[in-house]
């Protein structure tokens, strides 16, 4: 009997101590498992206990990581800008720059020209975007259309901006009719400029661009013919290379228009941008003063276009 109770009080001493080893196993292994993913990073240079050829093989193995991991960020730059791009290319392709090349390749026009351009004004907003534009002491275009702001022409006028003409309906369907039937709309809205500001204006902008293909649908060719015909009449027609973005929807957040705004192309130093003064797009407004702080923080000179300005011209698709 007494020896039994001895083996049992035996083998509890035992179950204790197995139960202690089995605990620092645990721990131990809890441990490994811990430090094994704290340095799953990939800065393995300094570890002493790698001897020169697992080093190699390791830095190695991590160079090559890194270099995935650029390739996969240079990739969705490369597709971030490719997508852009694209949408950029589909609409307004620019084939002609006011940056022409040099023998050795480099841009020519080595100081930074901005060109604000507003379309599709006069607007309830026009005096609140000339208030801002003289705040900031900058000069800017307007390609204007016929609203019921038509007033407002001469206030654009006599605050020393440009005023040039966009079309008089601003109707796809009835401007890229015919040839002829463009022309006319032209000349209504050169009329009206004329008689609300004495300019008589030879600066143009197709509306949709030089590159648009809405033109299509209405008259095969037409833009083919009238961005040379119109060259030929003495016009001079602009399209840009910067888009606010505004165009895309009706109060476009003013964050986005600030950052598209900052997508200028690498290959010219003059960039003519693109925003809207028109109805439901008051976001435009609240964006500029912080869009026009940006650029002359980047270093560009406000300008206003005139018949000397070298054109920025999209492909023309249609
Ligand atoms: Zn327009």
Same mark, same amino acid.
């Given at each position: ?38 340095? &799953? ?5 300094? #570890? ?48 002609? %720059? ?6 050795? *390749?480099?841009? &020519?026009?080595?100081?930074? %020209? ?6 599709? $004004? ?6 609140? +975007?000339?208030? +801002? ?16 702001? #038509? ?6 006028? !006599? ?29 209504? +809205? ?18 949709? $661009?030089?590159?648009? %293909? ?12 009238? %961005? ?5 009449? $003495? ?13 895309? $929807? ?8 600030? !950052? ?25 407004? !609240? ?11 980047? *270093? ?6 005139? !018949? ?11």
């Amino acid at each position: 009997m007494e020896q039994k109770i001895k083996t049992v009080n035996l083998s509890k001493d035992n179950s204790k101590k197995i139960i202690i080893l089995l605990s620092i196993v645990i721990v131990i292994l809890l441990s490994s498992v811990a430090f094994v993913l704290i340095n &799953k990073k990939p800065v393995q240079k300094t #570890n002493a206990t790698l001897t020169q050829t697992q080093s190699s093989t390791r830095t190695e193995k991590y160079s090559k990581a890194d270099k995935i991991t650029a390739a996969a960020t240079t990739m969705a730059t490369t597709l971030n800008i490719q997508q852009i791009s694209q949408q950029e290319a589909m609409r307004h392709q620019v084939t002609t %720059t006011t940056a022409p090349k040099t023998d050795d *390749g480099t841009v &020519k026009d080595k100081e930074k %020209t901005i060109y604000l351009t507003f379309d599709d $004004g006069p607007s309830s907003y026009t005096p609140e +975007i000339l208030d +801002i534009l003289d705040k900031y002491n900058v000069k800017a275009t307007f390609f204007v259309i016929n609203t019921n702001y #038509n007033k407002y022409m001469k206030n654009i006028v !006599d605050r020393g901006h440009t005023i040039a003409l966009h079309s008089y309906t601003h109707d796809y369907k009835k401007i890229y009719a015919s040839e002829d039937a463009y022309y006319k709309d032209l000349q209504l +809205i050169s009329d009206t400029v004329y008689k609300e500001t004495g300019v008589r204006t030879k600066i143009i902008r197709f509306p949709g $661009g030089g590159s648009n %293909t809405i033109s299509r649908n209405h008259c095969k060719g037409i833009m083919s013919k009238i %961005t040379k015909g119109v060259e030929e009449k $003495g016009y001079h027609y602009f399209d840009w290379n910067v888009s606010s973005g505004d165009a895309d $929807g009706n109060n476009v957040p003013v964050q986005k228009l600030i !950052d598209q705004c900052k997508k200028v192309p690498k290959y010219s130093n003059t960039i003519v941008v693109l925003m809207h003064d028109t109805k439901a797009k008051h976001t435009t407004v !609240d964006a500029l003063p912080t869009i026009i702080e940006n650029y002359k923080a980047m *270093g560009y000179k406000f300008s206003a276009i005139t !018949d000397k300005t070298p054109p920025v011209h999209h492909k023309v698709n249609n």
